[in-house]
DNA sequence: TGTCATCTGTCATGGACTGACATAATCTAC
DNA sequence: GTAGATTATGTCAGTCCATGACAGATGACA
Protein backbone atom coordinates (compact mmCIF):
# COMPACT_ATOMS: atom_id res chain seq x y z
CA UNK A 1 0.00 0.00 0.00
CA UNK A 2 1.46 3.00 -0.78
CA UNK A 3 2.18 6.51 1.19
CA UNK A 4 -0.60 8.26 -0.30
CA UNK A 5 -3.51 5.26 0.14
CA UNK A 6 -2.20 5.12 3.70
CA UNK A 7 -2.70 8.65 4.30
CA UNK A 8 -6.19 8.63 2.86
CA UNK A 9 -6.82 6.24 5.54
CA UNK A 10 -5.61 8.16 8.27
CA UNK A 11 -7.41 11.21 7.05
CA UNK A 12 -10.03 9.03 6.78
CA UNK A 13 -10.19 7.72 10.12
CA UNK A 14 -8.52 10.85 12.11
CA UNK A 15 -11.79 12.65 10.86
CA UNK A 16 -14.59 10.02 11.98
CA UNK A 17 -13.25 10.31 15.25
CA UNK A 18 -13.02 13.61 15.57
CA UNK A 19 -16.46 14.18 14.39
CA UNK A 20 -17.65 11.40 17.06
CA UNK A 21 -15.90 12.99 19.47
CA UNK A 22 -17.02 16.59 18.87
CA UNK A 23 -20.80 14.73 18.51
CA UNK A 24 -20.44 13.61 21.83
CA UNK A 25 -19.26 16.17 23.76
CA UNK A 26 -21.54 19.45 21.98
CA UNK A 27 -23.98 17.39 20.14
CA UNK A 28 -24.24 16.15 16.00
CA UNK A 29 -26.84 19.70 15.64
CA UNK A 30 -24.69 21.95 17.32
CA UNK A 31 -21.25 20.51 15.75
CA UNK A 32 -19.95 22.32 12.53
CA UNK A 33 -18.21 20.82 9.22
CA UNK A 34 -15.55 23.61 10.05
CA UNK A 35 -15.48 22.51 13.44
CA UNK A 36 -14.71 19.13 12.77
CA UNK A 37 -12.12 19.95 9.75
CA UNK A 38 -10.12 22.41 11.91
CA UNK A 39 -9.70 19.47 14.32
CA UNK A 40 -7.74 17.27 11.69
CA UNK A 41 -6.63 20.55 10.33
CA UNK A 42 -7.86 20.13 6.52
CA UNK A 43 -10.33 22.19 4.99
CA UNK A 44 -13.71 21.59 4.87
CA UNK A 45 -13.99 21.18 1.56
CA UNK A 46 -11.49 18.26 1.66
CA UNK A 47 -14.20 16.39 4.47
CA UNK A 48 -16.77 16.30 1.78
CA UNK A 49 -13.89 14.58 -0.61
CA UNK A 50 -14.19 12.36 2.47
CA UNK A 51 -17.55 11.95 2.79
CA UNK A 52 -20.67 12.80 1.42
CA UNK A 53 -22.49 14.82 3.86
CA UNK A 54 -22.20 15.15 7.66
CA UNK A 55 -24.72 12.43 8.20
CA UNK A 56 -22.43 9.78 6.49
CA UNK A 57 -19.76 10.50 8.72
CA UNK A 58 -21.78 9.31 12.12
CA UNK A 59 -22.81 6.24 10.00
CA UNK A 60 -19.45 5.40 8.89
CA UNK A 61 -18.99 2.59 11.41
CA UNK A 62 -22.52 1.33 11.01
CA UNK A 63 -21.77 1.09 7.26
CA UNK A 64 -18.54 -0.87 7.90
CA UNK A 65 -20.89 -2.93 10.07
CA UNK A 66 -23.13 -4.11 7.98
CA UNK A 67 -20.73 -5.07 5.42
CA UNK A 68 -18.81 -7.28 7.87
CA UNK A 69 -22.27 -8.82 8.58
CA UNK A 70 -22.80 -9.33 5.05
CA UNK A 71 -20.09 -11.07 4.13
CA UNK A 72 -20.20 -13.00 7.38
CA UNK A 73 -23.68 -14.00 5.89
CA UNK A 74 -22.33 -14.77 2.47
CA UNK A 75 -19.85 -17.68 4.57
CA UNK A 76 -22.57 -19.31 6.22
CA UNK A 77 -23.16 -23.42 5.29
CA UNK A 78 -25.83 -23.43 2.68
CA UNK A 79 -27.69 -26.48 5.15
CA UNK A 80 -28.44 -23.65 7.15
CA UNK A 81 -32.12 -22.02 6.72
CA UNK A 82 -32.24 -18.35 5.80
CA UNK A 83 -33.03 -17.10 9.22
CA UNK A 84 -30.47 -19.40 11.38
CA UNK A 85 -27.95 -18.02 8.72
CA UNK A 86 -28.82 -14.74 9.35
CA UNK A 87 -28.69 -15.02 13.16
CA UNK A 88 -25.30 -16.26 13.03
CA UNK A 89 -24.02 -14.11 10.52
CA UNK A 90 -24.84 -11.63 13.71
CA UNK A 91 -23.22 -13.40 16.28
CA UNK A 92 -20.23 -13.14 13.30
CA UNK A 93 -20.23 -9.82 12.81
CA UNK A 94 -20.12 -9.27 16.97
CA UNK A 95 -17.49 -11.16 17.28
CA UNK A 96 -15.21 -9.87 14.76
CA UNK A 97 -15.79 -6.55 16.65
CA UNK A 98 -15.39 -8.45 19.88
CA UNK A 99 -12.22 -9.49 18.76
CA UNK A 100 -10.79 -6.60 16.72
CA UNK A 101 -8.98 -3.83 17.30
CA UNK A 102 -9.60 -1.88 20.36
CA UNK A 103 -9.33 0.90 18.44
CA UNK A 104 -12.06 0.14 15.97
CA UNK A 105 -14.57 -1.07 18.82
CA UNK A 106 -14.25 2.55 20.76
CA UNK A 107 -15.38 3.79 17.23
CA UNK A 108 -18.17 1.58 17.10
CA UNK A 109 -19.77 1.99 20.58
CA UNK A 110 -19.27 5.72 20.26
CA UNK A 111 -20.72 5.54 17.05
CA UNK A 112 -23.56 3.68 18.24
CA UNK A 113 -24.12 6.18 21.21
CA UNK A 114 -24.56 9.39 19.06
CA UNK A 115 -27.17 7.43 16.72
CA UNK A 116 -29.00 6.51 19.71
CA UNK A 117 -29.09 10.35 21.11
CA UNK A 118 -29.51 11.82 17.48
CA UNK A 119 -33.30 11.49 15.57
CA UNK A 120 -31.62 12.57 12.36
CA UNK A 121 -28.72 9.83 12.60
CA UNK A 122 -31.19 7.36 13.86
CA UNK A 123 -33.53 7.63 10.77
CA UNK A 124 -29.90 7.34 8.48
CA UNK A 125 -29.52 4.45 10.29
CA UNK A 126 -32.67 3.22 9.38
CA UNK A 127 -32.34 3.70 5.52
CA UNK A 128 -28.84 2.36 6.03
CA UNK A 129 -30.55 -1.10 7.38
CA UNK A 130 -33.40 -0.75 4.60
CA UNK A 131 -31.20 -0.37 1.95
CA UNK A 132 -29.01 -3.31 3.35
CA UNK A 133 -32.50 -5.27 3.30
CA UNK A 134 -32.29 -5.72 -0.40
CA UNK A 135 -28.84 -7.63 -0.21
CA UNK A 136 -30.17 -9.76 2.60
CA UNK A 137 -33.08 -10.21 0.46
CA UNK A 138 -31.45 -11.49 -1.97
CA UNK A 139 -29.70 -14.25 0.14
CA UNK A 140 -32.76 -14.98 1.63
CA UNK A 141 -34.18 -15.55 -1.78
CA UNK A 142 -31.50 -17.96 -2.72
CA UNK A 143 -31.57 -19.83 0.08
CA UNK A 144 -35.65 -20.61 0.01
CA UNK A 145 -35.13 -20.59 -3.89
CA UNK A 146 -37.72 -18.37 -4.04
CA UNK A 147 -38.06 -14.56 -4.44
CA UNK A 148 -41.52 -13.85 -3.14
CA UNK A 149 -43.83 -12.32 -0.12
CA UNK A 150 -42.64 -14.98 2.16
CA UNK A 151 -38.92 -14.24 1.90
CA UNK A 152 -39.42 -10.11 2.05
CA UNK A 153 -41.43 -11.30 5.27
CA UNK A 154 -38.10 -13.72 7.05
CA UNK A 155 -35.91 -10.37 5.80
CA UNK A 156 -38.54 -8.09 7.65
CA UNK A 157 -38.62 -9.88 10.58
CA UNK A 158 -34.87 -9.93 10.62
CA UNK A 159 -34.19 -6.51 10.30
CA UNK A 160 -37.04 -5.89 13.45
CA UNK A 161 -35.41 -8.60 15.41
CA UNK A 162 -32.19 -6.74 15.30
CA UNK A 163 -33.77 -3.24 15.62
CA UNK A 164 -35.94 -4.97 18.46
CA UNK A 165 -32.92 -6.23 20.60
CA UNK A 166 -30.55 -2.84 20.18
CA UNK A 167 -33.35 -1.06 20.95
CA UNK A 168 -33.36 -2.40 24.36
CA UNK A 169 -30.08 -2.05 25.70
CA UNK A 170 -29.44 0.52 28.38
CA UNK A 171 -26.71 3.73 28.40
CA UNK A 172 -24.50 0.89 29.84
CA UNK A 173 -25.13 -1.49 27.39
CA UNK A 174 -24.60 0.75 24.07
CA UNK A 175 -20.88 0.65 24.78
CA UNK A 176 -20.69 -2.52 25.77
CA UNK A 177 -20.96 -5.46 23.45
CA UNK A 178 -21.35 -8.64 25.63
CA UNK A 179 -24.57 -6.63 27.05
CA UNK A 180 -25.70 -6.31 23.04
CA UNK A 181 -25.12 -9.91 22.71
CA UNK A 182 -27.18 -11.06 25.59
CA UNK A 183 -30.01 -8.39 24.00
CA UNK A 184 -30.17 -10.07 21.06
CA UNK A 185 -29.78 -13.61 21.74
CA UNK A 186 -32.88 -12.68 24.05
CA UNK A 187 -35.00 -11.81 21.00
CA UNK A 188 -33.74 -14.21 18.56
CA UNK A 189 -35.08 -16.68 21.40
CA UNK A 190 -38.82 -15.50 21.06
CA UNK A 191 -38.52 -15.41 17.63
CA UNK A 192 -37.93 -19.11 18.01
CA UNK A 193 -40.97 -19.48 20.47
CA UNK A 194 -43.34 -17.29 18.46
CA UNK A 195 -42.66 -19.10 14.55
CA UNK A 196 -44.41 -22.39 13.51
CA UNK A 197 -41.32 -24.59 12.45
CA UNK A 198 -39.90 -23.99 9.08
CA UNK A 199 -41.26 -20.70 8.63
CA UNK A 200 -37.88 -19.65 6.69
CA UNK A 201 -37.41 -22.13 4.52
CA UNK B 1 -64.35 28.82 12.28
CA UNK B 2 -63.10 31.80 11.91
CA UNK B 3 -61.92 33.44 8.79
CA UNK B 4 -58.29 34.05 9.61
CA UNK B 5 -58.29 29.84 10.57
CA UNK B 6 -60.04 28.73 7.11
CA UNK B 7 -57.38 31.13 5.64
CA UNK B 8 -54.26 29.22 7.09
CA UNK B 9 -56.04 25.59 6.28
CA UNK B 10 -56.67 26.83 3.16
CA UNK B 11 -52.78 28.14 2.30
CA UNK B 12 -51.26 24.68 4.64
CA UNK B 13 -53.04 22.24 1.89
CA UNK B 14 -51.96 24.65 -1.10
CA UNK B 15 -48.28 24.55 0.24
CA UNK B 16 -49.05 20.68 0.18
CA UNK B 17 -50.63 20.70 -3.51
CA UNK B 18 -47.89 22.83 -4.76
CA UNK B 19 -45.40 21.25 -3.28
CA UNK B 20 -46.16 17.74 -4.20
CA UNK B 21 -47.04 18.77 -7.84
CA UNK B 22 -43.41 20.61 -7.77
CA UNK B 23 -41.94 17.46 -6.47
CA UNK B 24 -43.69 14.89 -8.78
CA UNK B 25 -42.76 17.17 -12.06
CA UNK B 26 -38.90 18.23 -10.92
CA UNK B 27 -37.86 15.67 -8.32
CA UNK B 28 -37.65 16.00 -4.47
CA UNK B 29 -34.25 17.51 -4.70
CA UNK B 30 -34.70 20.01 -7.73
CA UNK B 31 -37.64 21.75 -6.59
CA UNK B 32 -36.44 24.63 -4.11
CA UNK B 33 -38.61 26.07 -0.89
CA UNK B 34 -38.94 29.32 -3.34
CA UNK B 35 -40.51 27.55 -5.74
CA UNK B 36 -43.23 26.49 -3.58
CA UNK B 37 -43.60 29.30 -1.90
CA UNK B 38 -43.80 30.96 -4.94
CA UNK B 39 -46.49 28.81 -6.64
CA UNK B 40 -48.82 29.80 -3.52
CA UNK B 41 -47.91 33.72 -3.73
CA UNK B 42 -46.68 33.74 -0.26
CA UNK B 43 -42.87 34.73 1.08
CA UNK B 44 -40.73 31.43 1.60
CA UNK B 45 -40.43 32.52 5.09
CA UNK B 46 -44.16 32.24 5.65
CA UNK B 47 -43.49 28.18 3.79
CA UNK B 48 -41.45 27.89 7.03
CA UNK B 49 -43.94 29.02 9.51
CA UNK B 50 -46.12 26.35 8.15
CA UNK B 51 -43.74 23.28 7.49
CA UNK B 52 -40.86 22.93 9.76
CA UNK B 53 -38.45 21.43 6.96
CA UNK B 54 -39.08 20.46 3.06
CA UNK B 55 -39.16 16.81 4.26
CA UNK B 56 -42.08 18.22 6.54
CA UNK B 57 -44.53 19.13 3.73
CA UNK B 58 -43.88 15.96 1.47
CA UNK B 59 -44.55 13.51 4.77
CA UNK B 60 -47.43 15.84 6.00
CA UNK B 61 -50.29 13.42 4.14
CA UNK B 62 -48.34 10.59 5.80
CA UNK B 63 -48.33 11.70 8.93
CA UNK B 64 -52.34 12.86 8.78
CA UNK B 65 -52.56 9.22 7.70
CA UNK B 66 -50.89 7.95 10.64
CA UNK B 67 -53.32 9.66 13.09
CA UNK B 68 -56.26 8.44 11.60
CA UNK B 69 -54.22 4.72 12.29
CA UNK B 70 -53.83 5.71 15.79
CA UNK B 71 -57.67 6.90 16.46
CA UNK B 72 -59.20 3.74 14.63
CA UNK B 73 -56.71 1.40 16.95
CA UNK B 74 -58.18 3.43 19.85
CA UNK B 75 -61.62 2.40 18.57
CA UNK B 76 -61.01 -1.35 18.60
CA UNK B 77 -62.76 -3.63 20.70
CA UNK B 78 -61.32 -4.65 23.86
CA UNK B 79 -61.64 -8.42 22.96
CA UNK B 80 -59.55 -8.72 19.96
CA UNK B 81 -55.97 -9.51 20.29
CA UNK B 82 -52.84 -6.65 20.36
CA UNK B 83 -52.55 -7.56 16.02
CA UNK B 84 -55.92 -8.38 15.31
CA UNK B 85 -56.90 -5.17 16.34
CA UNK B 86 -53.91 -3.57 14.32
CA UNK B 87 -54.78 -5.03 11.60
CA UNK B 88 -58.46 -4.36 11.93
CA UNK B 89 -57.43 -0.37 12.36
CA UNK B 90 -55.25 -0.65 9.23
CA UNK B 91 -57.96 -1.36 7.60
CA UNK B 92 -60.21 1.21 9.24
CA UNK B 93 -57.84 4.08 7.94
CA UNK B 94 -57.23 2.43 4.22
CA UNK B 95 -62.04 2.34 4.48
CA UNK B 96 -61.51 5.68 5.68
CA UNK B 97 -58.72 7.35 2.69
CA UNK B 98 -61.35 5.19 0.13
CA UNK B 99 -64.81 6.85 1.42
CA UNK B 100 -63.35 10.39 2.25
CA UNK B 101 -62.87 13.11 -0.12
CA UNK B 102 -61.36 12.58 -3.53
CA UNK B 103 -58.91 15.51 -2.75
CA UNK B 104 -57.55 13.77 0.13
CA UNK B 105 -57.44 10.41 -1.83
CA UNK B 106 -55.21 12.19 -4.35
CA UNK B 107 -53.03 14.32 -1.99
CA UNK B 108 -52.24 10.99 -0.43
CA UNK B 109 -51.40 8.70 -3.52
CA UNK B 110 -49.24 11.79 -4.73
CA UNK B 111 -47.63 11.78 -1.58
CA UNK B 112 -46.78 8.09 -1.57
CA UNK B 113 -45.42 8.84 -4.64
CA UNK B 114 -42.97 11.09 -3.94
CA UNK B 115 -42.12 9.10 -0.79
CA UNK B 116 -40.93 6.36 -3.19
CA UNK B 117 -39.33 7.85 -6.25
CA UNK B 118 -36.83 9.88 -3.05
CA UNK B 119 -34.24 8.42 -0.87
CA UNK B 120 -34.75 10.87 1.54
CA UNK B 121 -37.98 11.26 2.09
CA UNK B 122 -38.25 7.13 2.47
CA UNK B 123 -36.08 7.29 5.34
CA UNK B 124 -38.34 9.97 6.87
CA UNK B 125 -41.16 8.01 6.44
CA UNK B 126 -39.41 5.53 8.50
CA UNK B 127 -38.54 7.57 11.24
CA UNK B 128 -42.33 8.55 11.03
CA UNK B 129 -42.94 5.04 11.36
CA UNK B 130 -40.81 4.43 14.39
CA UNK B 131 -42.32 7.69 16.15
CA UNK B 132 -45.71 6.16 16.11
CA UNK B 133 -44.45 2.84 17.13
CA UNK B 134 -43.59 4.04 20.58
CA UNK B 135 -47.38 4.77 20.56
CA UNK B 136 -48.19 1.96 19.17
CA UNK B 137 -46.36 -0.08 21.56
CA UNK B 138 -48.70 1.22 24.31
CA UNK B 139 -51.71 0.29 23.16
CA UNK B 140 -50.37 -3.54 22.43
CA UNK B 141 -48.58 -3.23 25.92
CA UNK B 142 -51.65 -2.27 27.36
CA UNK B 143 -53.97 -5.14 25.68
CA UNK B 144 -51.10 -7.79 26.32
CA UNK B 145 -50.68 -6.60 30.28
CA UNK B 146 -47.21 -6.34 29.67
CA UNK B 147 -44.54 -4.05 28.85
CA UNK B 148 -41.99 -6.40 27.03
CA UNK B 149 -39.99 -7.60 24.62
CA UNK B 150 -42.83 -9.49 23.42
CA UNK B 151 -45.37 -6.49 23.09
CA UNK B 152 -41.68 -4.84 21.16
CA UNK B 153 -41.75 -7.59 18.98
CA UNK B 154 -45.47 -7.67 17.92
CA UNK B 155 -45.35 -4.21 17.57
CA UNK B 156 -42.22 -4.31 15.21
CA UNK B 157 -44.10 -7.01 13.36
CA UNK B 158 -46.81 -4.90 12.54
CA UNK B 159 -44.61 -2.26 11.04
CA UNK B 160 -42.51 -4.85 9.02
CA UNK B 161 -46.10 -6.64 7.85
CA UNK B 162 -47.00 -3.00 6.62
CA UNK B 163 -43.64 -1.71 5.16
CA UNK B 164 -43.56 -5.23 3.17
CA UNK B 165 -46.98 -4.96 2.04
CA UNK B 166 -46.44 -1.62 0.78
CA UNK B 167 -43.01 -2.18 -0.67
CA UNK B 168 -45.00 -4.88 -3.25
CA UNK B 169 -47.16 -1.94 -4.58
CA UNK B 170 -46.29 -1.70 -8.48
CA UNK B 171 -46.57 1.77 -10.12
CA UNK B 172 -49.90 1.20 -10.94
CA UNK B 173 -50.99 -0.09 -7.54
CA UNK B 174 -49.46 3.47 -5.79
CA UNK B 175 -52.28 4.78 -6.85
CA UNK B 176 -54.96 2.73 -6.90
CA UNK B 177 -56.10 1.70 -2.83
CA UNK B 178 -57.83 -1.20 -3.81
CA UNK B 179 -54.40 -2.72 -5.00
CA UNK B 180 -52.50 -1.49 -2.14
CA UNK B 181 -55.34 -3.19 0.18
CA UNK B 182 -55.05 -6.27 -1.67
CA UNK B 183 -51.10 -6.40 -0.95
CA UNK B 184 -51.99 -5.75 2.65
CA UNK B 185 -54.28 -8.56 2.97
CA UNK B 186 -52.06 -10.95 1.60
CA UNK B 187 -49.34 -10.11 3.86
CA UNK B 188 -51.39 -10.43 6.86
CA UNK B 189 -52.77 -13.83 5.65
CA UNK B 190 -48.80 -14.92 5.50
CA UNK B 191 -48.28 -13.51 8.89
CA UNK B 192 -51.49 -15.98 10.21
CA UNK B 193 -49.24 -19.07 8.44
CA UNK B 194 -45.91 -18.25 9.99
CA UNK B 195 -46.80 -17.35 13.50
CA UNK B 196 -48.30 -20.15 16.15
CA UNK B 197 -51.26 -19.70 17.64
CA UNK B 198 -52.00 -16.44 20.78
CA UNK B 199 -48.47 -15.28 19.25
CA UNK B 200 -49.77 -11.66 19.88
CA UNK B 201 -51.44 -12.64 23.46
C1' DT C 1 -64.05 52.17 15.05
C1' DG C 2 -60.14 51.40 17.73
C1' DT C 3 -57.27 48.22 19.92
C1' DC C 4 -55.20 43.91 20.28
C1' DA C 5 -53.47 39.50 18.77
C1' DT C 6 -51.69 37.16 15.08
C1' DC C 7 -50.08 36.48 10.48
C1' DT C 8 -46.96 37.86 6.88
C1' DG C 9 -43.01 39.94 4.33
C1' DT C 10 -38.35 41.69 4.42
C1' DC C 11 -33.77 41.49 5.82
C1' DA C 12 -29.75 39.47 7.66
C1' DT C 13 -27.35 35.45 9.11
C1' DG C 14 -25.34 30.75 9.61
C1' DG C 15 -24.43 26.30 8.16
C1' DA C 16 -24.53 22.30 4.67
C1' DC C 17 -23.05 21.28 0.34
C1' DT C 18 -21.02 21.85 -4.67
C1' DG C 19 -18.43 23.38 -8.79
C1' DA C 20 -14.23 25.52 -10.64
C1' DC C 21 -9.63 26.33 -10.53
C1' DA C 22 -4.98 26.71 -8.77
C1' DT C 23 -1.53 24.66 -5.80
C1' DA C 24 0.85 20.98 -3.60
C1' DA C 25 1.76 16.37 -2.75
C1' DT C 26 2.59 11.63 -4.39
C1' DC C 27 3.51 8.37 -7.99
C1' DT C 28 5.77 6.53 -12.24
C1' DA C 29 9.21 6.04 -15.62
C1' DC C 30 13.52 7.00 -16.96
C1' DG D 1 16.90 11.79 -8.52
C1' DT D 2 14.54 14.27 -11.83
C1' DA D 3 10.52 15.32 -15.17
C1' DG D 4 6.00 14.74 -16.08
C1' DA D 5 1.56 12.65 -15.17
C1' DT D 6 -1.87 11.79 -11.36
C1' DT D 7 -4.24 12.77 -7.63
C1' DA D 8 -5.20 15.15 -3.30
C1' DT D 9 -5.91 19.52 -1.14
C1' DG D 10 -6.99 24.53 -0.44
C1' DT D 11 -9.35 28.64 -1.82
C1' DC D 12 -13.19 30.96 -3.52
C1' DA D 13 -17.73 31.76 -5.04
C1' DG D 14 -22.30 30.42 -5.00
C1' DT D 15 -26.91 27.83 -3.97
C1' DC D 16 -30.13 26.26 -0.89
C1' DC D 17 -32.17 25.16 3.63
C1' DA D 18 -33.33 27.06 7.88
C1' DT D 19 -33.94 30.64 11.63
C1' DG D 20 -34.10 35.06 14.36
C1' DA D 21 -35.56 39.94 14.46
C1' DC D 22 -38.42 43.48 13.30
C1' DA D 23 -41.96 46.09 10.90
C1' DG D 24 -46.20 46.31 8.47
C1' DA D 25 -50.69 44.16 7.28
C1' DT D 26 -54.87 41.74 8.49
C1' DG D 27 -58.46 39.49 10.88
C1' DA D 28 -60.63 39.24 15.83
C1' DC D 29 -63.35 41.54 19.18
C1' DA D 30 -65.17 44.93 22.45
Given at each position: MGLRERKKLKTRVALIDAALDLFLEHGYESTTIDQIAAAVDVSPRTFFRYFGSKEEVALAPATDAQDVFLSELHA?????SPFTALAQAMRGAVAVLRDGEPEDKQRFLKARQVVEATPTIFAGQMRLMLANEQRILEEVARRRGADDLRSQFVTATFTSTIRVGLENCTVEELSDIDGMTRRLEDTFTLVDQLMVANWDR
Open positions: RPEAE
